[in-house]
């Protein structure tokens, strides 16, 4: 067996690939969750499931959250604290940038260390090479443990000793990942009202989503040079074009939650008199609340 031993408390489906990953590459693994059934796999080949909190956190130095949210963590080691004491938590929970920060207080008042991590795959990427992980805190608790960190994905990516910076890159992916996917289903809906089915609009929805990465290359350089001219697309354009999604959708009988929001983004640009400018000038509107 490998020398180093973990702790892994959390066997959701994350968890659980997590630690299957460590039994693959011959380390011994503890195991803790709420509900125990959930470890018998993992204790058949080979891992331990430790008999409280407490003594899985005892068992080792290097101990992997991967619970549903923050709540969930504080829930289960705010009881067995003083077992927290000289402990490294990688924290593998999605939450939010203020919360990771939180956390990192809590654990250093407890005498351990806080490594906020983000994971941008699912549990089929867990233990593949090419998937990677956002990773914040203590750049030596993440140098002294990366042959570990490499066990969940083989790329880890250390963004800085803010305990928020992993949980915001987590965060920026899923603004984009939410909001994207609930686009296709809208394209969906939209096609199904029309009598065309997913499989049907899968090579046109792959290839708009393709030319999207084109987009953003071209408008990052002029968002951070705050360079908005409508020389290739005005606002006023786009909002008559988002204007069109919406009416055929809702011609269609289609729920409109979400066109609705685009065109009123829209409209409040040209409300602020950016009808000749790039529609990238809705990022300066975004950026302060209404
Ligand atoms: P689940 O929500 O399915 O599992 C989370 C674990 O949290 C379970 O072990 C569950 O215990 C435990 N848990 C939740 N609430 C409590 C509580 N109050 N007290 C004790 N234990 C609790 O999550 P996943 O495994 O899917 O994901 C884990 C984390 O990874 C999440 O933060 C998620 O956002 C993130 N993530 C998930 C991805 C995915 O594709 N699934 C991709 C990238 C990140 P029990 O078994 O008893 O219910």
Redesign the pocket.
């Known amino acids: 067996t490998n020398s180093q031993s973990v702790t892994v408390i959390?066997?959701?489906?994350?968890?659980q690939a997590m630690a299957a990953a460590f039994l693959d590459r011959g380390h011994a693994v503890t195991l803790w969750?709420?509900?125990p059934s959930?470890a018998d796999d993992l204790v058949a080949r080979g891992a331990v499931l430790a008999p409280s909190v407490d003594a899985a956190l005892s068992a080792n130095e290097v101990v992997f959250l991967?619970?549903?949210?923050y709540?969930?963590m504080y829930?289960?080691l705010e009881p067995a604290a003083d077992a927290l004491r000289g402990r490294v938590l990688v924290n593998?929970?999605?939450d939010t940038p203020e919360r990771a920060r939180a956390a990192a207080g809590w654990a250093a008042d407890h005498g351990a260390v806080h490594l906020t991590g983000g994971?941008?795959?699912?549990?089929s990427g867990i233990g593949k090479p090419e998937s990677s992980t956002f990773y914040s805190g203590p750049r030596a608790a993440f140098d002294a443990h990366r042959p570990l960190l490499e066990v969940v994905t083989g790329r880890v990516d250390h963004r800085g000793e803010d305990p928020g910076l992993a949980a915001l890159f987590y965060q920026l992916g899923m603004v984009m990942f939410w909001t994207s996917m609930l686009s296709y289903w809208q394209a969906i809906a939209l096609a199904q009202a029309n009598g065309l089915t997913a499989a049907d609009i899968l090579p046109h929805a792959t290839e708009t989503a393709n030319s999207l990465p084109g987009f953003f290359a071209f408008y990052a350089d002029r968002i951070d040079a705050g360079h908005h001219v409508g020389d290739v697309d005005r606002l006023a354009m786009g909002a008559a074009s988002v204007d069109h999604v919406l009416h055929t959708i809702a011609d269609a009988g289609v729920d409109t939650t979400l066109p609705a929001a685009v065109t009123a983004l829209f409209q409040r640009g040209m409300d602020a008199g950016r009808d000749g400018d790039s529609f990238s000038s809705l990022v300066e509107l975004m950026r302060k609340s209404s």
């Open positions: 959390g066997l959701g489906p994350m968890g969750n709420r509900t959930r991967s619970l549903t949210d709540t969930a829930a289960l593998l929970s999605s994971i941008t795959v699912p549990p």
